[in-house]
């Protein structure tokens, strides 16, 4: 299995990316899932003395889910978290991480924009995102693909995106 991890911070159109390559992308290849639609929820974990296993939890899961389909899973991941600490599913032979990273004011925007139960009221909740955001975009160079999707459409994030998941797929698909 491939693994395709979409990541960026809060704000960054993970999610919306999702939506856009489930459309995009051969179904019978490719599996999109976001983390929140594995049905983990990381409450259940924090302050708990399983709460470094949410992750390695959740990625099993959205694995199982892929049902052996290569996996474009879309989740704030740290890069440095997944190698460092993470454990891996044995099925996952690469990983190719997809940063969205639009600006800093752009992340503010959008955050400010979303229903109020979504919790980024004030300044102070969501100043770590767009640290988060710095930090890809300070490291850039380090992605495999890295995307400043300020001023792109959805619909041109995601065939880029796609095209770039395409040639991987192909270039290494076995049979």
Same mark, same amino acid.
């Given at each position: 299995?491939?693994?395709?991890?979409? #990541?960026?911070?809060?704000?960054?159109?993970?999610?919306?990316?999702? !939506?856009?390559?489930?459309?995009?992308?051969?179904?019978?290849?490719?599996?999109?899932?976001?983390?929140?639609?594995?049905?983990?929820?990381?409450?259940?974990?924090?302050?708990?003395?399983?709460?470094?296993?949410?992750?390695? !939890?959740?990625?099993? &899961?959205?694995?199982?889910?892929?049902?052996?389909?290569?996996?474009?899973?879309?989740?704030?991941?740290?890069?440095?978290?997944?190698?460092?600490?993470?454990?891996?599913?044995?099925?996952?032979?690469?990983? !190719? @991480?997809?940063?969205?990273?639009?600006?800093?004011?752009?992340?503010?925007?959008?955050?400010?924009?979303?229903?109020?139960?979504?919790? @980024?009221?004030?300044?102070?909740?969501?100043?770590?995102?767009?640290?988060?955001? &710095?930090? @890809?975009?300070?490291?850039?160079?380090?992605?495999?693909?890295?995307? !400043?999707? #300020?001023?792109?459409?959805?619909?041109?994030?995601?065939?880029?995106?796609?095209?770039?998941?395409? &040639?991987?797929?192909?270039?290494?698909?076995?049979?």
């Amino acid at each position: 299995m491939k693994l395709f991890i979409i #990541t960026g911070c809060c704000g960054s159109g993970k999610s919306t990316m999702k !939506d856009a390559l489930a459309e995009l992308l051969d179904k019978e290849k490719y599996a999109c899932i976001d983390s929140d639609e594995v049905g983990l929820n990381w409450w259940d974990y924090k302050g708990t003395e399983r709460e470094s296993k949410y992750k390695d !939890d959740t990625m099993a &899961r959205a694995v199982e889910m892929a049902d052996g389909k290569d996996l474009v899973f879309v989740s704030c991941i740290s890069p440095q978290d997944y190698i460092a600490t993470q454990e891996i599913p044995e099925c996952v032979e690469s990983t !190719d @991480f997809v940063v969205l990273c639009p600006a800093d004011e752009e992340i503010v925007k959008r955050l400010k924009a979303r229903p109020a139960e979504r919790g @980024f009221t004030s300044d102070e909740i969501i100043e770590p995102h767009v640290g988060f955001n &710095r930090w @890809f975009r300070k490291n850039k160079g380090k992605f495999s693909m890295f995307i !400043d999707n #300020t001023e792109q459409t959805v619909d041109e994030t995601a065939k880029i995106i796609e095209g770039f998941i395409t &040639r991987i797929g192909n270039n290494t698909r076995k049979g």
